[in-house]
């Protein structure tokens, strides 16, 4: 098992930058990617970001491409999104999820992830 915990999230202006964080604990030597997705009221959550275990593959939404970044410290179980310029359409719960091996390849859609996070707040104010 794994427990994620995500912390960060809070109200910014639009064209600001927040980083939100995702602690892993429990089986963090998994080798489990990682991903962010968010959800907005009445949307269906979206994928946002994912990175490999080592750190060296990483994939964005279009929509945050060039603007968010996803790192991740397997020192300290932590991953970790960056956001930069951001929108208020970036406005949206942000969850953390761990993809465990054998990996089923659609890294883009939430059924792909074995782990949640119970999500953090982002909101953006125009």
């Known amino acids: 098992q794994l427990q994620l915990v995500e912390s960060g999230g809070g109200l910014v202006q639009a064209g600001g930058s927040l980083r939100v964080s995702c602690a892993a604990s429990?089986?963090?030597?998994?080798?489990?990617?990682a991903g962010w997705f968010r959800q907005a009221p009445g949307m269906q959550r979206e994928f946002v970001a994912r990175?490999?275990?080592?750190?060296?593959?990483?994939y964005y939404a279009d929509s945050v491409k060039g603007r968010f970044t996803i790192t991740r410290d397997n020192a300290k179980n932590t991953v970790y999104l960056q956001m930069n310029s951001l929108r208020p359409e970036d406005t949206a719960v942000y969850y953390c999820?761990?993809?465990?091996?054998?990996?089923?390849?659609?890294?883009?859609?939430?059924?792909?992830?074995?782990?949640w996070g119970q999500g953090t707040q982002v909101t953006v104010s125009s």
């Open positions: 999820a761990a993809d465990v091996p054998p990996y089923g390849g659609r890294w883009s859609v939430p059924y792909e992830y074995d782990y």
């Open positions: 429990g089986r963090t030597g998994s080798r489990y990617a």
């Open positions: 990175i490999s275990w080592s750190g060296g593959v990483t």
